[in-house]
């Protein structure tokens, strides 16, 4: 099993930068490729971002060249999503995704990210 913890969204204004965090623990060792999707309301949930264990990252049409994914170097277990030059079209719940060599999928609970025109 592993437990994803979220944290860093809040209010921002157009224009402005985020740095979400996602924590993981349990076992770690089975993760191969850590992420970051959004939901905004009424839409389906889309991805964001994604950094393998190679380091290898795959970005959204959308956030290209405004947002960056890494992992910590010192702790394989945390990931960030840093997020400049805000739209409000970004607004939406940010959810940590988090895939296994064993086919399984983990969430985290989500954080709220609202930027305002």
């Known amino acids: 099993q592993v437990q994803l913890v979220e944290s860093g969204g809040g209010l921002v204004q157009s224009g402005g930068s985020l740095r979400l965090s996602c924590a993981a623990s349990?076992?770690?060792?089975?993760?191969?490729?850590m992420g970051w999707y959004r939901q905004a309301p009424g839409r389906q949930r889309e991805l964001v971002a994604t950094?393998?264990?190679?380091?290898?990252?795959?970005y959204a049409d959308s956030v290209r060249g405004r947002f960056t994914i890494y992992r910590d170097n010192a702790k394989n277990t945390v990931v960030y999503l840093q997020m400049n030059s805000l739209k409000p079209e970004d607004t939406a719940v940010y959810y940590c995704?988090?895939?296994?060599?064993?086919?399984?999928?983990?969430w985290g609970q989500g954080t709220q990210v609202t930027v305002s025109s």
């Open positions: 349990g076992t770690i060792s089975s993760i191969y490729v």
């Open positions: 995704n988090a895939k296994s060599i064993w086919n399984s999928e983990y």
């Open positions: 950094v393998t264990s190679g380091g290898n990252t795959n």
